[in-house]
């Protein structure tokens, strides 16, 4: 029991020190392919249909147990000055661009019921650096973050704050790295 405990922990490890290593990946070439999962820029993880917990994600839950193919299908366009599409069910889910082979410049992740804008980001290098907006269903911000190299800084809107002191006591309560991972608080449905 204990090696097969220590064999599935040491897999996992694996797997998330590969996770970290991928947005040094520079993408080279054109190609389209399908997958059960994709390395999601906004989240700086792995982004699959079956460890969606605890995330944001813009795929409701319900659609991942309907019958149909739960795979995505990642499409890269011209690597040196194009851009990264991520599709769910042949709709468009995310759109990141491309410079010099790296994710840099404005993306996009989209609700998938109406392809809406959900969110909007600056990157560079392959990481948040600048601000992130979130779109409620409403179209309106729901939420300003500031990212830098990756990193959360700080919100600096929240449609729900009536004062500074509102958001700095949200501010107070983030703990991860970026909330987009793990952040229940800003879940939209």
């Given amino acids: 029991m204990k090696k097969i405990i ?10 998330g020190n590969a996770q970290k290593s991928i947005p040094d990946y520079k993408i ?15 989240t700086g993880m792995m982004d699959t249909n079956y460890f969606l917990i605890g995330q944001f994600i813009l795929v409701s839950y319900d659609s991942i147990f309907d019958k ?3 795979s995505y299908r990642i499409k890269i366009i011209n690597p040196d000055d194009g851009k990264l599409e991520v599709y769910y069910r042949n709709k468009l889910l ?11 410049g404005v993306g996009f992740g989209y609700y998938i019921a ?6 909007q980001g600056n990157f560079k290098n392959g990481k948040l650096d600048g601000l992130l907006f979130i779109f409620d269903y409403q179209k309106r911000v729901y939420e300003c973050m500031e990212y830098k190299k990756g990193k959360f800084l700080k919100s600096i809107y929240y449609i729900n704050a009536q004062s500074e002191e509102d ?15 793990s952040d229940k608080v800003i879940i939209l449905y």
């Avoid at 006591?169 to 991972?181: A, G, Q």
Wanted: proline content about 3%; aromatic content about 16%; hydrophobic content about 35%.
């Fill in 167 to 181: 958001l700095k006591l949200r501010n107070s309560k983030r703990t991860s790295e970026n909330p987009l991972r």
């Fill in 68 to 70: 149909g193919d739960n």
């Fill in 28 to 42: 080279d070439k054109d190609t389209s392919f399908t997958s059960l999962g994709f390395y999601n820029y906004f």
């Fill in 6 to 15: 220590f064999t599935l922990l040491l897999f996992v490890c694996k797997i």
């Fill in 114 to 119: 109406d392809n809406r804008v959900a969110l």
């Fill in 94 to 104: 995310y759109m990141f661009p491309l410079k010099d082979g790296f994710v840099t």
